[in-house]
């Protein structure tokens, strides 16, 4: 499950321009909109990310103006996502912890998602013709959420110095292709979808000949990348046709993920295309808010880029981060 809600401790707070009302909180590497006077710095609140998914509880009753969804892929709830208010970025939910009795005994850093019952918001990605699922994703095969680097600044650090290389972070659904033991198969984030030759997940098998290709290599692999096109997320890459963009190709037998440039090589023999790379360096220099910049842009279609992942480029998992561009957040409509 991925972390949403955890105890983070208030590092400061920032005066908004002409509000009397509001002022800016700041926890791990994003700013929150909050009423004046509710924290002091040093106070410790629960936080939650953007896209977390509150369920229907008195305390968030607030937010139904304006947050409350209902879907059948979500259900009934509240959800966090990036705003302007006053002129001013805010980016997830900062509420007291004496709010949270049954938060008692937590501390700084805990992971409450479970506890508080959060989920992540789903866009429904899909318009028709998705597949049919047949089980869970099977075990060990790996799901794709990346973390957003100002919930883990840390990984700047870490990553400083180190090789890297950063790539455009292609708005769809991330479909997943594996050849294990002689059988093809293909999830999606959660699901093991059907073999159907009109089901969204296996269009890049049949469109590339994947099951003939995957099969010759004599190796087990999982390949997972991000189908885009008619019908998913807007399309924002206005494609004609669905296309597969490899972002993550893993030798099943040893449990490492492939360098991207070894990666892109032998996405290239499958004949199959990677996700497009914008740097490719030997000493990571960066702070946060140069990467922010780096995330804006657009797609060749002109339509606003969903951002960029950064990741060491000799063990792509070892650090590996996105950075969302903040321009499209804040367009993004549900």
Not at 177 to 201: F, H, M, Q, T
Not at 297 to 316: A, M
């Amino acid at each position: 499950m991925r972390t949403l809600a955890t105890i983070q401790e208030i590092f400061g707070i920032d005066p908004i321009k002409d509000s009397d009302y509001l002022e800016l909180a700041h926890v791990l590497g994003w700013g929150c909109v909050v009423k004046k006077g509710t924290f002091r710095v040093g106070d410790r609140a629960v936080y939650f990310e953007v896209d977390s998914f509150l369920p229907v509880d008195e305390r968030y009753e607030f937010l139904r103006k304006t947050s409350f969804r209902e879907n059948p892929d979500n259900g009934a709830g509240f959800r966090i996502k990036t705003l302007r208010l006053r002129g001013q970025l805010s980016q997830g939910l900062l509420l007291p912890l004496s709010d949270f009795p049954e938060l008692e005994g937590a501390t700084l850093g805990d992971d409450v998602t479970e506890a508080l019952g959060i989920k992540k918001w789903y866009m429904p990605e899909v318009g028709t013709g998705s597949g049919t699922a047949i089980g869970g994703r099977p075990h060990g095969i790996p799901a794709s959420d990346e973390t957003r680097i100002q919930s883990a600044p840390e990984l700047l650090s870490r990553l400083r110095g180190e090789p890297y290389y950063i790539t455009t972070k292609m708005d769809g659904t991330s479909g997943i292709v594996y050849c294990i033991d002689g059988k093809i198969g293909c999830c999606s984030r959660n699901y093991e979808i059907k073999d159907e030759v009109d089901a969204l997940y296996w269009a890049a098998v049949y469109k590339y000949g994947l099951k003939e290709k995957l099969a010759a290599l004599g190796k087990n692999v999982v390949l997972t990348g991000e189908i885009c096109g008619p019908a998913i997320q807007k399309n924002k890459l206005r494609l004609a046709e669905y296309e597969w963009y490899v972002f993550d190709y893993k030798d099943w037998d040893t449990g490492t993920y492939i360098p991207y440039a070894e990666m892109v090589e032998r996405c290239d023999a499958l004949g199959v295309p990677t996700v497009p790379l914008e740097e490719d360096g030997e000493a990571f220099d960066y702070s946060l808010e140069q990467l922010l910049e780096m995330a804006k842009g657009k797609y060749p279609s002109g339509l606003e880029k969903e951002g960029i992942v950064v990741r060491h480029k000799n063990e792509p998992h070892k650090i590996s981060f996105k950075v969302l561009n903040n321009e499209a957040l804040l367009k993004e409509k549900d």
